[in-house]
């Protein structure tokens, strides 16, 4: 009965637990990374005159990343049904148009 709590799985150890902190901290710091330049890039020009933003910069600022997170949402959930529909045998190619 122990393959019904688990007790069937290998349990990560510590270099592999360590290794998949690593991992998400990359991941993590990647689209932090990401998330910045692109919206750096989009609402606050060059030649900017002032230490803070102003509101059209902060709107900006704001608006693009919920648009960033709200698109790396729908990403992830898509490639995780992708994921899960490959597990289960049906392949495919995934809804891309191919």
Do not use: H, W
Not at 7 to 18: E, L
Not at 45 to 64: A, H, I, Q, T
Request: aromatic content about 8%; overall charge negative.
């Amino acid at each position: 009965m122990s393959f019904l709590f688990g007790g069937g799985r290998a349990q990560p150890s510590s270099a592999d637990k360590i290794a998949a902190a690593e991992t998400e901290l990359d991941v993590v710091s990647d689209m932090y990374n990401r998330l910045t330049a692109s919206c750096a890039k989009k609402c606050i020009p060059n030649d900017y005159r002032e230490g803070d933003l102003n509101k059209g910069e902060s709107v900006c600022l704001d608006r693009c990343v919920a648009k960033f997170f709200e698109v790396n949402i729908k990403v992830s959930e898509k490639m995780q049904g992708e994921a899960a529909q490959k597990q289960q045998g049906q392949g495919g190619f995934g809804g891309f148009g191919m």
